[in-house]
């Protein structure tokens, strides 16, 4: 499995090579600057950023670059935010994952070869609100645009996320029951796609105001995000099993629907009234 999975990513890697456009401005207008230099010989072309580094030691951009992420998560508060919320849905969603296989074995009856099937449901959920929520997400965004002079706020990416942040608890609630009263197989698959459905829905949308709020430092934004994400990916799958056991997937589904609501819900709302500023505020301190 590890090696069917590492040469997927590997030939991934390689396609992303060719598939992907550099996005990071300084990254672009330094490689035109380059080009400049080459063709002109006149070495005088060079951008902010290369004049700004131009004096620090390779050893000092190294260590900034590895330190900012870890400093984004601790003392900014839009990344604190995201990473929350990100750090949920990642641990829901491998709660998911590490206990769905053995729900249909123990008990629906089912051999491992079949109970593998249903992570089917997972990857319909996972592509089909991706493939829905990219064109909503760019369509709201547009139409919150004062006009075609309106560049955008990176909080215009927010709408989208609470009908996500509704369908997720949903699924659970949804997969939770059915598996808990034995109702057919197709129920808990049902639920398990509204939930990454959800998941995926509230998720994109995030990625999007991280980047957007972060131009420049998209990278460690996101990396920033991506350890608590990490963390509990590994941490909630610890618990599940137990915790099935002990309340069942019912009420175990429900408090765990509970928790994405409390998180999920308000989340939203902070960051479109207080974004703005706690944007300005961080602007400073990068």
Not at 74 to 86: K, T
Not at 104 to 116: K, L, R
Not at 233 to 259: D, E, I, K, Q
Request: aromatic residues 10%; positive net charge.
């Amino acid at each position: 499995m590890f090696w069917s999975t590492s040469a997927f990513q590997g030939v991934m890697v390689v396609v992303s090579l060719f598939a992907f456009q550099e996005p990071h401005a300084p990254t672009i207008l330094r490689r035109r600057a380059e080009k400049k230099r080459s063709e002109t010989g006149d070495q005088m072309y060079l951008t902010a950023t290369e004049r700004a580094s131009a004096k620090e030691s390779t050893t000092r951009i190294i260590g900034r670059s590895l330190s900012r992420p870890l400093k984004l998560l601790a003392f900014h508060p839009i990344v604190q935010i995201v990473s929350i919320i990100s750090a949920l849905s990642y641990g829901l969603l491998y709660i998911s994952l590490a206990t769905f296989s053995e729900l249909f074995v123990t008990a629906y009856g089912q051999s491992v070869e079949i109970s593998g099937l249903h992570y089917i449901a997972v990857a319909l959920g996972e592509i089909s609100g991706s493939q829905e929520c990219g064109p909503l997400m760019d369509k709201i965004f547009r139409k919150l645009q004062s006009g075609p002079d309106d560049p955008g706020r990176p909080e215009y990416h927010i709408p989208i996320m609470l009908p996500g942040a509704l369908i997720a608890p949903a699924g659970l609630l949804i997969y939770g029951w059915a598996a808990q009263s034995h109702t057919h197989w197709i129920v808990v698959d049902i639920g398990m796609f509204l939930m990454t459905f959800g998941l995926q829905v509230a998720g994109m949308p995030i990625q999007a105001y991280i980047i957007d709020a972060y131009p420049e430092h998209a990278s460690s934004a996101t990396g920033a995000s991506q350890f608590l994400r990490s963390l509990s990916a590994f941490t909630f799958p610890l618990f599940a099993p137990a915790m099935y056991r002990a309340v069942g997937y019912g009420w175990g589904n429900s408090v765990l629907a509970l928790v994405a609501l409390l998180v999920a819900i308000p989340a939203p709302w902070i960051l479109w009234r207080c974004g703005a500023r706690l944007r300005a505020r961080a602007g400073a301190s990068i």
